[in-house]
Nanobody
Framework: VQLQASGGGSAQAGGSLSVSCTAS????????MGWFRQAPGKDREFVAA????????YYADSVKGRFTISRDNAENRVYLRMDSLKPEDTGVYYC???????????????????WGQGTLVTVSS
């Protein structure tokens, strides 16, 4: 599967942005999907993930209550809605796919097999 992330851009603190990930080559419903981010000078970190049919989601504590992950398997897309943005949300956001079925905390801790290129999100104070 090939993953293409898009969206992002710049926002003020407290604002909102959305990023999306489009899959091609295979049906999206075969994959657990995740979003990760990497801030300048820092390691990549988990943000949010969603199970194959969307019945299970998992969020990093730092974004819980502010970010919402969703998916549209018919459109082969995964979305990340980001509200109440903070400067520390700045980074390159990557989508990832796993052929394994994950739910709950496994969505965060288990490995992902495919990665898209990143899309930059910049939040200014």
């Amino acid at each position: 599967v090939q993953l293409q992330a898009s969206g992002g851009g710049s926002a003020q603190a407290g604002g909102s942005l959305s990023v999306s990930c489009t899959a091609s080559g295979r049906q999206l419903n075969m994959y657990s999907m995740g979003w990760f981010r990497q801030a300048p000078g820092k390691d990549r970190e988990f943000v949010a993930a969603i199970a194959r049919m969307g019945f299970s989601t998992y969020y990093a504590d730092s974004v819980k209550g502010r970010f919402t992950i969703s998916r549209d398997n018919a459109e082969n897309r995964v979305y990340l809605r980001m509200d109440s943005l903070k400067p520390e949300d700045t980074g390159v956001y990557y989508c990832a796919a796993s052929v394994s079925y994950y739910s709950g905390s496994d969505l965060k801790t288990r490995p992902y097999d495919y990665w898209g290129q990143g899309t930059l999100v910049t939040v200014s104070s």
